[in-house]
Every structure is written in structure tokens, then in C-alpha cells.
């Protein structure tokens, strides 16, 4: 999370577009930006898991990120870019990439607002313009718009653990059960690398966007991304809500 914050300090300094593809080093909870979550989880049971929980600088519900890759865009917007567009945009790369690697998804159409943050993880259901295969959710996506730039956070699973989620509230919390969500294990009938899929995606941006993207050496981040460990190490930040 601080390298993506930092990520979108640099497009908004040098107008520069980055696309991210990553794992967890160990099973983490994400909460959304503006989810209430104080008191509404087993903190015992979390730390008795061993999964770490961060708060994210972007919207929507809680994800398990663990047998999922995580992707991040960092982009410059102009104020006359709607959200729709921008979406759309990083969406032709998602689908790009993941019918590179064999499986065919499509923007839900299905009339549904994206819900308010909830105890429903974030692959319960899918909301308008995020992506699906077979009517089941395949990427979660949520998108954060600050001076002059865009982060767009967004998971792809490998296998569905996100009912894990609900077994993480409290008792005093009542978890609902989620329909199954698409996972790239079930629609390959393997689990492809996160080298694989990152490569996938990554052709996608330069067939769509930009043939020459060059890779970004972590050396040129690093610090500015160490400079904001502190906020999201913090657990006033965590649960601030």
C-alpha cells in the first residue's frame, strides 16, 4: 500500500502511467478506505491465522490476499476523465491479458451500484463495469481520485478462499455466506504463475497502450514508498473506522 500511495505521488509529479502486478508476502486481510471495521472482527482469531491486516488508500470491501494476485494503475487524470472511462480503460488490459492466458471475461452489465463497504467480502457480488466470467465475479477493482491522479487497486484470484473472511468477524457480527466466486485455477484447470499472469498483463498494456513500457527498477520507488510504511503500519490508520 505505501508503494502504490507512492506510486500515485509520482504520476501526479511526473505524469508517468504504472502498472503493477503483485503477491503478499503472507495472507492479508485488506480492508476498504471507508469501511467500518473496529469491533467487528476477531482480532484473536486473525493473529491466531497468521494473517496480517492493512487498511487501503482505496475504496470498497474486504479482500483476502492470499491465493489472488493483487494489481495496482497509478495514472495522471485530467478533471474532464470521467471514472466510468478510466475504468474501461484499465479494464480492456485486464481482459487483454487474462484471454492471454486463456480465460474470457466481460464487464457485468447487471444494473447493480457498487455497494457500500459491508461484512460482505469484496468478491460477494459483482457491481456494474467490474469483470465476470459465467456471471461470477472474476476481478474486484476499486479506484481512488486525488490531485490530479488515479490508483486503481485490483485482485484476481487464484483460488476462491474469501469465504475465509466471514469466519474473521466477530460473534457479535453475523457473517453471511458468498456465492462462489471465478477463480483462475477453475477456469484453467491449473494455477498459473504470478510470473505467468503478470507477463499476460503486461503484454496487454503494451499491445493497448504503450509498445515501448519499460519495466520499473523498485530502486526508483523505494524510498518515497519507506516514507509512508509508517501510515500503513498504523493502527490508528487500520482501524481508524
Not at 473496529?38 to 486473525?46: A, Q, V
Not at 494473517?51 to 495514472?75: F, K, Q
Request: hydrophobic residues 40%.
Amino acid at each position: 500500500m505505501a508503494r502504490d500511495t507512492a506510486l500515485m505521488e509520482r504520476a501526479q509529479a511526473t505524469g508517468e502511467t504504472v502498472f503493477s502486478a503483485y503477491t503478499w508476502a503472507s495472507p492479508t486481510l485488506s480492508l476498504g478506505r471507508n469501511q467500518t471495521a473496529r469491533g467487528r472482527y476477531d482480532l484473536d482469531e486473525i493473529s491466531r491465522r497468521g494473517i496480517d491486516v492493512v487498511r487501503r488508500p482505496t475504496g470498497g470491501r474486504a479482500l483476502l490476499h492470499h491465493h489472488e494476485i493483487t494489481y495496482s494503475v497509478t495514472a495522471p487524470i485530467t478533471d474532464d476523465e470521467s471514472l466510468r472511462n478510466s475504468y474501461e480503460r484499465i479494464n480492456r488490459i485486464l481482459i487483454d491479458g487474462l484471454e492471454r492466458l486463456g480465460v474470457s471475461a466481460t464487464e457485468a452489465a447487471n444494473g447493480k451500484r457498487t455497494p457500500q463497504p459491508g461484512d460482505l467480502p469484496c468478491f460477494a457480488a459483482p457491481a456494474d463495469g467490474e469483470l465476470v466470467t459465467s456471471g461470477a465475479k472474476l476481478v474486484g477493482s476499486a479506484q481512488l481520485r486525488e490531485n490530479g491522479a488515479l490508483l486503481q487497486h485490483g485482485s484476481i484470484l487464484l483460488e476462491d478462499d474469501q469465504p475465509l473472511i466471514a469466519e474473521l468477524l466477530s460473534a457479535s457480527t453475523s457473517g453471511n455466506a458468498s456465492p462462489p466466486a471465478a477463480t483462475l485455477c477453475a477456469l484453467l484447470g491449473r494455477s498459473p504463475s504470478i510470473h505467468e499472469v503478470a507477463i499476460a498483463l503486461f503484454d496487454g498494456v503494451r499491445a493497448l497502450e504503450d509498445p515501448n513500457a519499460l519495466p520499473l527498477a523498485e530502486s526508483e520507488i523505494r524510498d518515497a514508498a519507506l516514507g509512508h510504511m509508517d501510515h500503513y503500519m498504523n493502527e490508528l490508520w487500520t482501524w481508524r473506522r
